[in-house]
T-cell receptor, first 113, second 114 residues
Framework: GENVEQHPSTLSVQEGDSAVIKCTYSDSASNYFPWYKQELGKRPQLIIDIRSNVGEKKDQRIAVTLNKTAKHFSLHITETQPEDSAVYFCAPSRMRGYQKVTFGTGTKLQVIP | NAGVTQTPKFRILKIGQSMTLQCTQDMNHNYMYWYRQDPGMGLKLIYYSVGAGITDKGEVPNGYNVSRSTTEDFPLRLELAAPSQTSVYFC?????????????FGEGSRLTVL
């Protein structure tokens, strides 16, 4: 990942709306692109990931899309629910070899009922 | 499997004291990490290790030391604690070449330095 940035830093949406969080990275050798969710007072946990040979992956209401050329990937949450409220982190890395895993700055998502 | 276990969960230190945060994993993971998370902030990498006997600095290593004598254990040592080290510390592990590079986290150790 090396230099990793996330946008936006905070996001408020109405319940049922969609949310999109973008992660940009500088290490062109990154080939593993995960998103972690951290609820208040808890540890970060993986919610979805994608490898560089795939452009998009979906798991129910969440999806991740990858643009390796532009070096960014995004988390998409549809039909948001109050339990989606949390901080989300990206952490692009290489699956082999060099393994200094740097996290993005985080996005605090608030879903308003 | 217990996964990644951290101890203690909470600790209060006085300025200048030293302590060790313990981290052990039972998943036979080669790679282990220490992160700190200040209130309302992101995860900053302190140190990491790619195997027994091998450690390297992360983004914020000053004031900390680590060792990795076994695959399972990766303790983090704080020398001469300072208020700036008040934070939540997370240990994590993964294994190279697996289907995913998912990091497995411990529950965290909340440290307050007064």
């Amino acid at each position: 990942g090396e230099n990793v940035e996330q946008h936006p830093s905070t996001l408020s949406v109405q319940e049922g709306d969609s949310a999109v969080i973008k992660c940009t990275y500088s290490d062109s050798a990154s080939n593993y692109f995960p998103w972690y969710k951290q609820e208040l007072g808890k540890r970060p946990q993986l919610i979805i990931d994608i490898r560089s040979n795939v452009g998009e992956k979906k798991d129910q209401r969440i999806a991740v899309t990858l643009n390796k050329t532009a070096k960014h990937f995004s988390l998409h949450i549809t039909e948001t629910q109050p339990e989606d409220s949390a901080v989300y982190f990206c952490a692009p890395s290489r699956m082999r070899g060099y393994q200094k895993v740097t996290f993005g700055t985080g996005t605090k998502l608030q879903v308003i009922p | 499997n217990a996964g990644v276990t951290q101890t203690p969960k909470f600790r209060i230190l006085k300025i200048g004291q030293s302590m060790t945060l313990q981290c052990t994993q039972d998943m036979n993971h080669n790679y282990m990490y220490w992160y700190r998370q200040d209130p309302g902030m992101g995860l900053k990498l302190i140190y990491y290790s790619v195997g027994a006997g091998i450690t390297d600095k992360g983004e914020v290593p000053n004031g900390y030391n680590v060792s990795r004598s076994t695959t399972e254990d990766f303790p983090l040592r704080l020398e001469l604690a300072a208020p700036s080290q008040t934070s939540v510390y997370f240990c994590a592990s993964t294994t190279p070449g697996s289907y995913t590079g998912e990091l497995f986290f411990g529950e965290g150790s909340r440290l307050t330095v007064l």
